[in-house]
């Protein structure tokens, strides 16, 4: 899937499909879904940033707070960066601290 131009939003709708761009902070004291910061959305998570991992381990928490599949997220890009964008299809719940339309 190729990246969205989200530059004056930190997230968009295809359908069903929630895009999103995330500032990723690595080896966190707790993971936790931050604030909007510009056009990302803080996570952080507890995962060292070695080799993508911590991106993985983000995965796996967006999937059980958003109530979905690990497979229901795609890493469009920033598997080894903070700044990453990602799909996630058909999201069951979303975080009550951040406004998504």
């Given at each position: 899937m190729r990246a969205r131009d989200l530059a004056h939003l930190f997230?968009?709708?295809?359908?069903?499909?929630?895009?999103?761009?995330?500032?990723?902070?690595?080896?966190a004291k707790r993971d936790v879904i931050g604030k909007v910061k510009g056009n990302q959305l803080k996570v952080s998570v507890k995962a060292q940033p070695q080799n993508g991992k911590a991106t993985d381990?983000?995965?796996?928490?967006?999937?059980?707070?958003l109530g979905v599949s690990t497979s229901a997220i795609e890493v469009v890009y920033g598997r080894e960066s903070i700044h990453?964008?990602?799909r996630i299809k058909a999201p069951k719940k979303l975080p009550d601290n951040i406004e998504f339309e």
């Open positions: 997230y968009e709708w295809e359908g069903d499909v929630l895009v999103v761009n995330i500032l990723g902070t690595p080896a381990y983000m995965v796996v928490f967006l999937a059980k707070e990453k964008q990602l």
